[in-house]
Antibody, heavy 119, light 111 residues
Framework: QVQLVESGGGLVKPGGSLRLSCAAS????????MSWIRQAPGKGLEWISY????????KYADSVKGRFTISRNNAKYSLSLQMNSLRAEDTAVYYC????????????WGQGTVVTVSS | DIQMTQSPSSLSASVGDRVTITCQAS??????LSWYQQKPGKAPKLLIY???????NLEIGVPSRFSGSGSGTDFTFTISSLQPEDVATYYC?????????FGGGTKVEIK
């Protein structure tokens, strides 16, 4: 069955960096766009980035552009999110998700990893 | 950015009731709209994509009491007969244009 397992979350100070990873299984990873979506505590959902199946195309929300970088390794069935210059407002549960681009629905989500940015 | 206005923000209904949630986009998005269910402490789960509940758009395993309709700017999500296991927050999302945006959510409770 489809599985997405995130890791790498934790507590980091403002201005710090963190790298999130997502291990995929149960589907042909290289056939799918992949995304990161986050949810601040008690808040709604915010799309933050996607990467095309071959890594040719990446897109970011304005709130993270220039600070976050999405990447993937199709051979290892893995997705990553490098987060730099972290701010308190980046505190959230970060979900790895399959799909999620223009005209492509987000059809499966991982369980999420918690990122807390605090001094 | 396309704003998704979802209403109501919360509702309380009895088991067996028909429940309707609406989602309005600030500009036309065709039928590029999905509906998600999120239970407390869990990840969102896709219920409906491409706006409607036609056989090809209701996610596999999703009960048929869930349905969706609409196109353009106005969309509706319906639970035909509310069940206790449907207690959750429901979100709409447009995927016509970047940034992909979500409605604010509707928290559904049992009366």
């Amino acid at each position: 069955q489809v599985q997405l397992v995130e890791s790498g979350g934790g507590l980091v100070k403002p201005g710090g960096s963190l790298r999130l990873s997502c291990a995929a299984s149960g589907f042909s990873f290289s056939d799918y766009y992949m995304s990161w979506i986050r949810q601040a505590p008690g808040k709604g959902l915010e799309w933050i980035s996607y990467i095309s199946s071959s890594s040719v195309d990446t897109k970011y929300a304005d709130s993270v552009k220039g600070r976050f970088t999405i990447s993937r390794n199709n051979a290892k069935y893995s997705l990553s999110l490098q987060m730099n210059s972290l701010r308190a407002e980046d505190t959230a549960v970060y979900y790895c998700a399959r799909g999620g681009a223009e005209t492509l629905p987000t059809d499966f989500w991982g369980q999420g990893t918690v990122v807390t940015v605090s001094s | 950015d396309i704003q998704m206005t979802q209403s109501p923000s919360s509702l309380s209904a009895s088991v067996g009731d028909r429940v309707t949630i609406t989602c309005q986009a600030s500009q036309a998005i065709g039928n590029y709209l999905s509906w998600y269910q999120q239970k407390p402490g869990k990840a969102p789960k896709l219920l409906i994509y491409d706006a409607s509940d036609s056989a090809s758009n209701l996610e596999i395993g999703v009960p048929s009491r869930f349905s969706g309709s609409g196109s353009g700017t106005d969309f509706t999500f319906t639970i035909s007969s509310l069940q206790p296991e449907d207690v959750a927050t429901y979100y709409c999302q447009q995927y016509d244009n970047l940034p992909l945006t979500f409605g604010g959510g509707t928290k559904v409770e049992i009366k």
